[in-house]
């Protein structure tokens, strides 16, 4: 009766991993054929895609023909020329709105110790009334008598806090 039993249970376990073996077969069958249609699905959209030509799509309600229309190229020489041209010309506009961004900043740094009455007249004058002597006078008055940089700000803050009370116990 023992050997009869022994002998079931080993069919059985024989079976039983057989069976799972196929189970296994099957799922990893069936995982790469979704993964195949998957990948062909993608490929077939990306086709789809790639047909059309991209165009940045800013406004969800605009017509997307519109924007196709305006994107031309130029097709010959002439067109070209034109638009380096274009392109040439914008870049020297924008040259020469730097240039007196720079001259401003120059004139408010000339400027920033005088009193308004010598800016109102420097204005109209123009530039060259710094460069002849009134940026002397302002350069004989002190800006900061202090001298505080960063260096120094840092070990202000260093002293205070080894003198004084921690931050963590002062008042708020």
């Known amino acids: 009766m023992e050997a009869l039993l022994f ?4 069919i059985f376990s024989l079976v039983s991993s057989y069976l799972e ?3 296994r077969r099957r ?15 993608q490929d077939q959209e990306l086709d789809v895609d790639s047909e059309e030509e991209w165009i940045p799509d800013f406004d969800p ?8 229309e305006l994107a031309t190229y130029p097709t010959t020489e002439r067109e070209l020329q034109d638009v380096e041209s274009e392109i040439e010309e914008s870049e020297r506009r924008n040259l020469e709105v730097e240039r007196s961004l720079v001259a401003a ?27 002849r002597g009134l940026k002397r006078s302002t350069s004989s008055r002190s800006k900061n008598q202090y ?8 070990e202000a803050l ?10 963590s116990e002062r008042d708020k």
């Open 147 to 154: 001298k505080i940089d960063a260096r120094r700000a840092r």
């Open 61 to 68: 309600f605009a017509d997307k023909k519109i924007g196709q």
């Open 7 to 10: 002998i079931l249970f080993v």
């Open 105 to 131: 900043e120059r004139l408010i740094q000339e400027t920033d110790g005088l009193s308004q009455d010598a800016v109102v007249d420097a204005v109209r004058r123009g530039p060259s009334v710094f460069s």
């Open 158 to 167: 260093v002293f205070a806090e080894i003198i004084g009370p921690p931050i």
């Open 27 to 41: 799922e990893v069958e069936l995982a790469r054929q979704s993964q195949e249609q998957r990948a062909k699905r």
């Open 21 to 23: 073996r196929r189970k």
